[in-house]
């Protein structure tokens, strides 16, 4: 029922920045939380960031202060801002929907945008 696109990925120098967007179709929105996830070669998928549907967020240790989640209900988008990015930081990045679903939930996934940090 619901579908994710994310864009935004690139090429960027250490310490540049990048912005992240997820658009998402089908189901509320607004009822869903949402989250940035990334896997980097030979790495298992890690959260980054995550914001829930009442706005609280949780970012990994590895990005805080450096990257910013936020949505926004209106054009059922959310946003990953990405400061002083790291070589470390090079990774395939996923957006990722929580969606309730009677008792239980369910996640949703995006196809994944590349980021590439050059030292």
């Known amino acids: 029922q619901v579908q994710l696109v994310e864009s935004g990925g690139g090429l960027v120098q250490a310490g540049g920045s990048l912005r992240l967007s997820c658009a998402a179709s089908?189901?509320?929105?607004?009822?869903?939380?949402m989250g940035w996830y990334r896997q980097a070669p030979g790495k298992q998928r890690q959260l980054v960031a995550r914001?829930?549907?009442?706005?609280?967020?949780n970012y990994a240790d590895s990005v805080k202060g450096r990257f910013t989640i936020s949505r926004d209900n209106g054009k059922m988008t959310v946003y990953l801002q990405m400061n002083s990015l790291k070589p470390e930081d090079t990774a395939v990045y996923y957006c990722?929907?929580?969606?309730?679903?009677?008792?239980?939930?369910?996640?949703?996934w995006g196809q994944g945008t590349q980021v590439t940090v050059s030292s």
């Open positions: 990722n929907a929580d969606v309730p679903y009677g008792t239980s939930r369910a996640n949703y």
């Open positions: 089908g189901g509320i929105f607004s009822r869903n939380a």
């Open positions: 914001i829930t549907s009442v706005g609280s967020t």
